[in-house]
């Protein structure tokens, strides 16, 4: 219990939130879309690991929030990068038009 | 783990060549620091009573880490030797950094201790390769490589973070051996969410070693990227995968392996077939390489679950990962030469090239052995010791599936081999090798025969 609240609606809340970014990843055709996807999915992570940490009294999992935002950010500037370029080369950023190497 | 350092520290002097203009340097000082690393790595060997930790127990370097870290430094200076075009061109000192830092990552998952390093040293393998694989700014395939690769790796990642935050939530802890004496205490007397995250982290893991049905990435991402990073991604990237992939299933999560064994058993088989059938219709040896790579990571994959007591798994894995990635290297060396002077991979660019350039194409023969796994070449004791691990286990319908499917590995493996020999090529074009490469080719081919002549040097390496 955390707050009178069950951990089990902690971890269905995230779970729910991380299968709206898993299919959002499958099914959208935006890469923008794709990334603020992926971000749901990493911060339904987040909220998971804060709910446990609060749960177990133990600091380590918030600590690992940490780490995952700055990783998260690490991989936003870099996909940011690449969906520029690719964006120069290609003129969208659908990514239905990038199958090029598909036989 | 002096190794771990030195690596990290090559990495930063890297980004600094580009400040003090040294950058005509530093790809002797890379292959020299390379070699240190090694040495250092070799010395710390055997003092096992006096296994090292760092940062909080997080890091643990012992045995089985420095053998793996020996595997991943010996490839890397092959791989060095065989990319000395690619830090000729722009953005150099980048280039270097990239590359060391993705090293740093690698050396991190042969060592971890707890869930933390295992994820940062993921994604300090990972997000450098993504860039890396992008790099050819200019060339369409290699964006479209990049972008799906980060794609692919990003999402897998969310997976491994979602199995490991619900690890936590039953266990408490990031650290490795207080999770495995959880397990071992509960007795089997777990939430059922516990399972759950085993079983995302399975999937995060089998999406980075590319096994089927995750492996859908791994072709375009091969194809498109420029081949020295492929090379790269074949070979130091899926032996630091398998590195991690083994530390966590068999070390940590063997006491609950009746959770997963099924769901890997399953995947192994599925990665045999369709790797094995879909490499025999491919037009590009790249490709095919690809293909070829999903099909090794199944025979890794059986060495853990065969999750053998007493080191066997290991020790099929450590030899499977040397063989394979010297092999790989050799294959690459040949590949790279060939494609950069007919400016094709297709299987049509070796035509002639056993006429031509004999030398050269006797040592993709003996690469193309070495994978399809043919006697007195590594790559057959390789197959042999998983198999000798899985035999005495309940899966041993695999083993017949995976030399049945090994079989059908042998016909496109000697279609480059037919290419070379028995085809005349149609127009003339020198194939020019360096001083370099041809040492390369001559180490890694003599490296395969060595190890398939005297594998008990590597094979009884743990006992």
Not at chain 1, 61 to 85: D, K, P
Not at chain 2, 223 to 239: C, N, Q
Not at chain 2, 385 to 403: C, D, E, N
Request: charged residues 10%; proline residues 2%; contains cysteine.
């Amino acid at each position: 219990m955390l707050n009178g609240i069950p951990i089990n609606f902690y971890i269905m809340l995230s779970a729910v939130l991380f299968i709206i970014g898993a299919v959002g990843v499958m099914a959208r055709r935006n890469a923008i879309i794709i990334f603020m996807c992926i971000e749901l999915m990493l911060n339904a992570v987040n909220l998971l690991l804060v709910a446990f940490s609060t749960l177990h009294n133990d600091a380590s999992g918030q600590v690992f929030v940490f780490f995952i935002m700055a990783v998260a950010a690490a991989e936003v500037a870099v996909g940011l990068a690449i969906l520029s370029m690719v964006y120069r080369n290609f003129k969208t950023i659908d990514i239905d038009l990038l199958s090029r190497l598909k036989n | 783990m002096k190794g771990l350092f030195i690596i990290s520290a090559l990495g930063i002097l890297a980004m600094l060549a580009e400040i003090f203009k040294f950058k005509k340097l530093l790809y002797p000082i890379v292959l020299v620091g390379i070699l240190a690393a090694y040495v250092t790595n070799f010395m710390e060997w055997g003092q096992n009573n006096m296994s090292i930790t760092m940062f909080n127990n997080m890091i643990h370097f012992n045995d089985m880490s420095l053998a793996f870290s020996g595997v991943i430094l010996i490839t890397a200076f092959f791989w060095f030797i065989l990319a000395n075009d690619y830090f000729e061109q722009d953005h150099v000192t980048d280039h270097f950094a990239l590359v060391l830092f993705a090293l740093v990552g690698a050396l991190m998952l042969t060592s971890f201790r707890n869930m933390t390093t295992l994820f940062l040293g993921i994604e300090i393998l990972s997000i450098p390769m993504y860039v890396l694989a992008a790099s050819r700014k200019r060339d369409l395939a290699s964006n479209e490589a990049g972008f799906k690769y980060l794609i692919m790796g990003s999402f897998a990642s969310g997976f491994l973070l979602f199995g490991i935050a619900l690890i936590y939530g039953a266990t408490g802890s990031f650290d490795l051996m207080t999770i495995r004496s959880f397990i071992s205490h509960a007795n089997g007397d777990l939430p059922s969410f516990f399972y759950a995250g085993v079983l995302m982290v399975l999937v995060a893991m089998l999406f980075k070693v590319s096994a089927a049905p995750f492996h859908f990435w791994a072709p375009d991402v091969y194809e498109g990227s420029p081949t020295v990073i492929t090379a790269l991604m074949s070979t130091i990237v899926k032996t630091a995968a398998f590195a991690a992939f083994m530390q966590l299933f068999i070390i940590i999560f063997g006491g609950v392996s009746q959770s997963w064994s099924m769901v890997l058993a399953v995947v192994i088989a599925l990665s045999l077939v369709v790797s094995n059938i879909t490499a025999v219709s491919q037009q590009s040896v790249k490709r095919m390489l690809a293909y070829s790579s999903i099909s090794h990571a199944a025979f890794m994959l059986m060495a853990i679950l065969a999750n053998t007591r007493n080191f066997g798994s290991i020790n099929a894995i450590l030899y499977y990962s040397l063989a394979y990635s010297i092999g790989s290297i050799a294959a690459f060396t040949v590949l790279y030469n060939v494609s950069k002077a007919k400016n094709s991979s297709n299987f049509e660019a070796f035509n002639g090239l056993g006429k031509r350039h004999p030398f050269m194409a006797a040592c993709m023969v003996i690469a193309m052995l070495s994978l399809a796994g043919i006697p007195i070449t590594a790559g057959f004791f390789a197959k042999y010791f998983v198999f000798s691990v899985l035999i005495g286990t309940s899966f041993k319908w695999l083993i017949i599936l995976a030399i049945l499917t090994s079989a059908v590995g042998v016909y496109y493996y000697f279609k480059v081999i037919i290419a070379m020999y028995f085809k005349e090529e149609e127009i003339h074009e020198e194939v020019t090798m360096e001083t370099s490469h041809v040492l390369l080719l001559v180490l890694t081919t003599l490296f395969t025969i060595a190890l398939g002549i005297v594998p008990n040097y590597v094979i009884e390496i743990f006992s």
